[in-house]
T-cell receptor, first 109, second 115 residues
Framework: DAKTTQPNSMESNEEEPVHLPCNHS???????IHWYRQLPSQGPEYVIHGLTSNVNNRMASLAIAEDRKSSTLILHRATLRDAAVYYCILGDNDYKLSFGAGTTVTVRA | EAGVAQSPRYKIIEKRQSVAFWCNPI?????LYWYQQILGQGPKLLIQ????????DSQLPKDRFSAERLKGVDSTLKIQPAKLEDSAVYLC?????????????FGNGTRLTVT
């Protein structure tokens, strides 16, 4: 299984951008990069996914390195509701999503 | 659209008892997943269904866990007999096509405590 590496935790101030890094040096050419987040006492929530090009949606932006060995999830203006565990996951052809421990994001008011 | 529904929300049982969890995926979603999430860890895939067929159950402890998806819609996950280490949140997820570019939609899970 392709693996990802994320920092254990990150802190941010409210209304400031948050850049969450993810390393996936063993990614294969057909693996999609997915991001999910999990708020306390809830199931994971889909945030964004991409293959090669940068992606934007109403929740976040995904910046993918040219060699695809790393990516960054960007929350443009953090709010208190963005405090969660963020998971960076590779989706292969069998679409087995293997979750690691993720990055715990704390947002300071 | 309505989300993934799971019940019960909480369950407390004694070890060696049996328990069942129910999941109703989003309408039209062909793929259904059961995950186990132990406190402080990321979710771990237990079983994946495509319609009513099993795609992957390699991490399902088959001596005590079983799952079915009748008619390719609702699914149940059963544990019999339960052990203390089964205490976890059991998450159900569904996706439209079960392919690498098809997002997963999760329910809020069932929190199981085995005493």
């Amino acid at each position: 299984d392709a693996k990802t590496t994320q920092p254990n935790s990150m802190e941010s101030n409210e209304e400031e951008p948050v850049h969450l890094p993810c390393n996936h040096s063993t990614i294969s050419g057909t693996d999609y990069i997915h991001w999910y987040r999990q708020l306390p006492s809830q199931g994971p929530e889909y945030v964004i996914h991409g293959l090669t090009s940068n992606v934007n949606n109403r929740m976040a932006s995904l910046a993918i390195a040219e060699d695809r060995k790393s990516s960054t999830l960007i929350l443009h203006r953090a709010t208190l509701r963005d405090a969660a565990v963020y998971y960076c996951i590779l989706g292969d052809n069998d679409y087995k999503l293997s979750f690691g421990a993720g990055t715990t994001v704390t947002v300071r008011a | 659209e309505a989300g993934v529904a799971q019940s019960p929300r909480y369950k407390i049982i004694e070890k060696r008892q049996s328990v069942a969890f129910w999941c109703n995926p989003i309408s039209g979603h062909a793929t259904l997943y059961w995950y186990q999430q132990i406190l402080g860890q990321g979710p771990k895939l237990l079983i994946q269904f495509q319609n009513n067929g099993v795609v992957d159950d390699s991490q399902l402890p088959k001596d005590r866990f079983s799952a079915e998806r009748l008619k390719g819609v609702d699914s149940t996950l059963k544990i019999q007999p339960a052990k203390l280490e089964d205490s976890a949140v059991y998450l159900c997820a569904s996706s439209r096509r079960g392919q690498a570019d098809s997002p997963l939609h999760f329910g809020n899970g069932t929190r199981l405590t085995v005493t």
